[in-house]
């Protein structure tokens, strides 16, 4: 079953990590999926990793949608505006938003205050986590608007409850990270009247390239960082946020869930999908419960 065949998403920051698998999945369900980034086989970013917007697209085919790579940055008006007019001219419509842009783990001095911290690193960290989400909703949201029932997705690191109570590593990543969830409510309350949808969205503990290449595993045999960080145990791959991302876009009652702070584990549980491996990590639920109550890593009832 395609549910989201004939619809049409931009998933803005899909080189890797969470969009990458967001893509995938929104391809799985039958949509055509415009996958964004700055990085192609012929040009890097400043982050001068071998992953692609094409390598994602054809990963878009292979689950069975239609992946269409644009090299775009997210910060330049001109090019955003492109890329939508290039949406409406070849689509007609635009179903599904997804604002995954970051880019800026190189840039974050974790737990470090914001008067030794780089301000140009910190700066830049909010320009590449705040105002790409800004410039692609302020051009994209009139064609999500048009056909009603549209969905927007705000993607970030931790819910509304666990940031509002918990220091998210340096000032400058903790207001990048609260500001999106914000921005989510404020897209609901903006899209309300035409029948649109928005949310903030947030995976556990992932497994992105970068996370493995960190630990020196890979996805195979990814247990084996467990020996070095026990907690990793419950961490999840980056195609469980994209079965969340997918569930949310083919059900017909989304509205229900419009400008609240969602993670993947909750969608989980709402929808019934499950991870590469079979199983529901409720990352969320355990960083609160076990890993920040000191306790022993143990992911019984949490996956």
């Known amino acids: 079953m395609k549910p989201l065949e004939g ?172 500001s999106v969830i914000r921005m989510a409510r404020s897209l609901a309350h903006e899209l309300s009247p035409y029948g649109c949808t928005a949310v903030a969205l947030t995976p556990g503990w992932m497994r992105s390239e970068i996370m493995l290449e960190h630990f020196g595993v890979t996805e195979d045999n990814w247990r084996d960082a467990i020996r070095k960080e026990p907690h990793f145990a419950i961490s999840e791959t980056p195609r469980y946020v994209g079965r969340a991302v997918a569930a949310l876009a083919a059900d017909p009652n989304v509205s229900r869930w419009t400008g609240q702070s969602l993670s993947s584990g909750q969608l989980a549980r709402a929808y019934g999908f499950r991870d590469l491996d079979g199983s529901q990590p409720d990352c969320w639920s355990y960083i609160v419960e076990v890993q920040d109550a000191g306790k022993p890593a143990d992911v019984t009832g949490y996956r």
């Open 7 to 178: 619809k049409v998403a931009l998933v803005a920051g899909a080189t890797r990590g969470a969009g990458r698998g967001i893509a995938i999945e929104l391809g799985a369900a039958g949509a055509a999926v415009y996958v964004t980034g700055r990085t192609t086989r012929a040009q890097s970013s400043e982050y001068n990793r071998p992953e692609t917007i094409e390598e994602t697209a054809e990963l878009v085919d292979r689950a069975g949608g239609t992946g269409i790579a644009v090299q775009t940055d997210h910060l330049d008006p001109n090019q955003v505006g492109a890329l939508v007019s290039r949406i409406e001219r070849e689509q007609g419509r635009l179903d599904v938003l997804v604002n995954d842009i970051w880019g800026a783990e190189n840039m974050a001095e974790w737990n470090v205050p914001v008067w030794e911290h780089s301000l140009e690193k910190g700066l830049r960290m909010l320009r590449l986590a705040v105002d790409t989400h800004i410039v692609t909703s302020h051009f994209a949201l009139p064609l999500l608007i048009r056909g009603g029932g549209g969905l927007a997705v705000e993607i970030t690191d931790g819910t509304e409850e666990y940031n509002r109570s918990n220091y998210r590593l340096s000032l400058f990543y903790d207001l990048a990270k609260s």
